[in-house]
């Protein structure tokens, strides 16, 4: 579980994450400007590059291709863990099951 | 000074010529031979004097593994500007073109990346309106 937490612990890689969520298989080219130009960020493509690697040892993103282009693919299947992690959690009033 | 050409370089010319004709729409501007290749320029219709497209024969041995990267990462080499992006991709779709990005907006701008069949990838991009702003 730890890398899913590391994984999860810096907001480029948090807002990648929603991203492919959100609309999943995105070129490197196309995350960067979404990160750039939506999300206001100055990161460069090598930078997004690490972050992509980082989620990538996590299990929960992998490049597939598409003809010779190459797509980053979310698979949140490694998040269960740490849902169940959390929720066993004793919860809030406010923030009820 | 003023720019007249901007080039791109194509896996095959007459190939380029037809995909850059019959399916972006571009007019054949100069055809003459250069040797085994041809100076080969296309220009859009509604600015036929406007800055020529050439279709540069990718022969340097350093074009093509220079594309292929391109290519991998989803970077288009030249961007085009279009009224609708959303009408243009589905017109475009229609006539077999391929897609790597469907329209999406990117800040101030929506844009969308096809594949020119000989090599690289081309933007299509629309400013917004300024009331549609920068959500996602």
Not at chain 2, 1 to 26: E, H, N, P, R, W
Not at chain 2, 47 to 69: I, W, Y
């Amino acid at each position: 579980m730890d890398p899913i937490f590391q994984a999860l612990a810096h907001p480029a890689r948090r807002l990648l994450v929603e991203e492919l969520a959100d609309r999943n298989d995105q070129t490197l080219f196309e995350l960067t400007v979404r990160l750039n130009q939506v999300h206001g960020l100055a990161m460069t493509r090598q930078a997004v590059t690490k972050h992509l690697a980082v989620l990538g040892e996590a299990g929960l993103v992998r490049a597939t291709t598409q003809g010779r282009t190459t797509v980053h693919h979310l698979d949140p299947a490694p998040l269960t863990a740490a849902r169940q992690w959390l929720d066993a959690i004793p919860h809030t009033p406010e923030d009820p099951r | 000074m003023i720019i007249t050409t901007a080039s791109i370089f194509v896996d095959d010319q007459a190939k380029a010529l037809d995909f850059y004709t019959t399916k972006l729409g571009f007019q054949l501007k100069t055809d003459v031979p250069a040797g085994p290749f041809r100076w080969l320029t296309v220009v859009s219709p509604t600015a036929p004097d406007g800055v020529e497209l050439l279709l540069e024969p990718s022969e340097h041995p350093a074009v093509r593994p220079f594309k292929e990267a391109l290519v991998a990462d989803g970077i288009p080499f030249n961007s085009f500007g279009v009224d609708d992006v959303q009408a243009e991709y589905e017109q475009l779709t229609a006539l077999g073109v391929r897609f790597v990005q469907e329209p999406a907006q990117m800040g101030p701008v929506t844009t969308a990346v096809l594949d020119d069949t000989c090599g690289n990838l081309i933007q299509i991009a629309a400013m917004n309106a300024p009331e549609s702003g920068t959500t996602a």
